[in-house]
């Protein structure tokens, strides 16, 4: 068997079909073991000249994500004509955001303002694990959205009985349980990988696919779980939530009142598209041949789904609506007397 000295870039391929690497004192390392104890961050681009303006763009970007998103959190909290079921489910896509774009923009940031972003094993893992487990949470959190909105307008008669409180609870239930199920299956599947010495990840955060390329051990069952979890969380929302809004939007050419029917359109028009970028990075990022794209391209996409996606839901889902600026205004009206 070839050695593995440590300071080389990785085992080479015989090691890599056996699943073990050699240390440099000749010690067989097992392949659920790691010489790794912490990981660097190489962050969205090594420009210089682009670190500064990076920086005040993002950190723009995520204190508009922080304020959206806990400002909801707030308003649905303090004002009662706001618990409904709507506005129950805007509660939880806010509550994911704030957390999981809390995952990761406070230490992408650090890559724009330090030399040397680094991070530890255990940190790593949990970033993972909780990014993985607030971003599964939100494809299913839209899943319950789209059901509320077709049931309401297509069954409006039944809306009352189908989307009783113990329907929502038990529907948010579901979300967040088939969120840790497969956040512990993507994270329990990279902790059985080796990694010997490589320990530079690029990119802006411990995202599966960059991890992969660092081990030195076999990932082939790594990428079939990817394509087969990642591929259900991804493919089965979006074509369940396409096809309520399609049925939506027939029932909304049905609408007499030219008005009405160009709000309507307009609404979902706005949802659609907050629900495209999502996915769409997802799949561009997860579900894409290894062959395809490059790591480039993979940040540009993680950006959007981890950053963009986050700060755009409370203007899309929320300060459009009516209601809630109602509440708002109610909300700061009281706070001044």
Partial sequence: MDDYIVGDPGCPLSTRLSGVCRSAEGGVLPANGSLVTEFILMGLTDRTDLQMPLFFLFLGMYTVTALG???????????????????????????????????????????????????????????????????????????????????????????????????????????????????????????????CDANAIDHF?????????????????????????????????????????????????????TEGRSKAFSTCSAHMVAVSLFFGSCTFMYLKPSSAGTMDEGKISSVIYTIVVPMLNPLIYSLRNKDVKVALIKTISRRKF
Avoid at 100 to 129: A, D, H, W
Wanted: some cysteine.
């Fill in 69 to 195: 998103n806990l400002g909801l959190i707030i308003l649905v909290t303090l004002n009662p004509h706001l618990h409904t079921p709507m506005y129950f489910f805007l509660f939880n896509l806010a509550f994911v955001d704030l957390c999981y774009s809390s995952v990761i923009t406070p230490k992408m940031l650090m890559n724009f303002v330090l030399s040397r972003n680094v991070i530890s094993y255990e940190g790593c893992m949990t970033q993972l694990y909780l990014f993985c487990f607030f971003a599964i949470s939100e494809c299913y959190v839209l899943i319950s959205m789209a059901y509320d909105r077709y049931v309401a307008i297509c069954n409006p008669l039944l809306y009352s009985t189908a989307m009783s409180p113990k329907v929502c609870s038990s529907l948010m239930l579901a979300s967040y349980l088939m969120a840790f199920c497969d956040a512990t299956i993507h994270t329990g599947c990279v902790l059985r990988l080796t990694f």
């Fill in 205 to 257: 955060f411990c995202d599966l696919i960059p991890l992969l390329r660092l081990s030195c051990t076999s990932i082939h069952v790594n990428e079939v779980e990817i394509f087969i979890v990642a591929g259900k969380n991804i493919i089965l929302p979006s074509l369940i939530i396409f096809i309520s809004y399609g049925f939506i939007l027939s029932n909304i050419l049905k609408i007499r009142s």
